[in-house]
């Protein structure tokens, strides 16, 4: 679908979230909105004016009075003539006004689509379409500033700059193919490389604070590992703030896996307690044991703990053996030694390795530090982009690209053809490039009415 191409039927939704509150929005957006408006509230509002409107149903019956906005096209959300209703937030009374508006002629609104119709009438680009929804499922203020970043633009005028860029370059090499005979080709070579190293100078930059705004998007998967009675719960009820997980003296307390969600510097992570591992007869803390190495399997950054008092022993090794194969490639391990309140040894921190008391708190803040260290998380002042997976890899395609185009500069044909692909690649990031069934994977994820 080009952009541009938009159905032309009109759709309606509740914009606001299920459930009572004060109040309560219908959105119609389409070619018939004035129409639809007639129909139910007798009038078409005037232009970005709030105005008292009575909704009413197709025998006339009063169903709700509210503000009725009414946004011409191309100036509104979708691009498209828009029509809000702010009623009151009843479900009863909202899903009455929404079906006045669908018996008017409007048909109900599929997730997304409002969204996808700003994106096909040139409104947002497609950078800017994921951000709303990243806007609104944001986890943290930190994760909101970036979203909204992205959504004003951001991001995508970074990218477009560097497609500007490969543009430039790509016409100059096409001078060089098109006219050899010309002296172009001396002052190209003297050039190329310069230029091609500024644009991969800068996509590095793109990438990297990308990188970072995905460690806000998806946050932080934190699994605590050890052996019984090492103080895994302890450290988990510590790092929550709350006594989430039960705590005694007995080993093999926690038997099943416990989930906390915290934020450090406005990170998300998702933070669980697993079941001591150890070898036991017990079927239920079998049971658990298996799901603690199922959970690991899955882990970013595992946490593995041990016993200040005794360091690291022949139960611990065979732990440690069996992570080489049990954990995921690029996982990041902390180990952790608990309880230096007992043995009157100081909290440090170096070498991945953290000494603490989960009792009395002494070294959390040092975990806290390497846990976002080890995730890959810097703190560099810069803003950062909430960027998503396909945009992470669109952007390490197209720098893969340009690699190639560095070792390809004698030959102009393969240097053009690797400009070409990075170009495409950084064009599928803001929807310059995309295919019908990715537009429809994305939008298919945001909520109705959005």
Known sequence: ???????????????????????????????????????????????????????????????????ALYFPAPRSYTGEDVLEFQGHGGPVVLHAVLAAFLDAGARLAEPGEYTRRAFLNGRLDLAQAEAVADLIDASSKEAARSALRSLSGEFSRGVVALVAA????????????????????????????????????????I????????????????????????????????????????????????????????????????????????????????IGVERAWQELARADVVIAMFDAQTGIGPDDQAILARFESALPAGAAR?????????????????????WISAKTGAGIELLRQALLAAAGWQQSGESVFLARERHLRALERAERHLDAALGEAARWELFAEELRLAQEALGEITGEFTADDLLGEIFRRFCIGK
Not at 49 to 65: E, N
Not at 172 to 179: K, Q, S
């Open 1 to 67: 679908m080009e952009r541009g191409d938009v159905a032309g039927d009109t759709i309606a939704a509740i914009a606001t979230p299920h459930g009572r509150g004060g109040i309560g929005v219908v959105r119609v957006s389409g070619a018939n909105v004035p129409a639809l408006a007639r129909a139910v509230l007798a009038v078409t509002p005037p232009a970005r004016s709030a105005t008292l409107l009575t909704a009413r149903d197709a025998r006339g019956d009063p169903l709700d009075q509210g503000i």
């Open 166 to 205: 490969l543009v430039e370059l790509r016409a100059l090499t096409e001078a060089l193919l098109d006219f050899p005979e010309e002296e172009v080709d001396s002052l190209h070579r003297d050039d190329a490389h310069a230029r091609l190293a500024r644009v991969r100078a800068s996509l590095a930059g």
């Open 207 to 286: 990438l990297a604070r990308s990188k970072q705004g995905s460690l806000l998007r998806e946050g932080i998967h934190v699994v605590i590992a050890g052996r019984p009675n090492v103080g895994k719960s302890s450290l988990l009820n510590h790092l929550a703030g709350e006594e989430r997980a039960i705590v005694t003296a007995i080993p093999g307390t926690t038997r099943d896996l416990v989930r906390e969600d915290i934020a450090i510097e406005g990170i998300p992570l998702h933070v669980v307690d697993t079941a001591g591992l150890r070898e036991t007869a017990d079927e239920v803390e079998r």
């Open 334 to 354: 902390i180990r952790v030694f608990n309880k230096i309140d007992l043995c009157g040894k100081p909290a440090t921190s170096s070498d991945g390795e953290v």
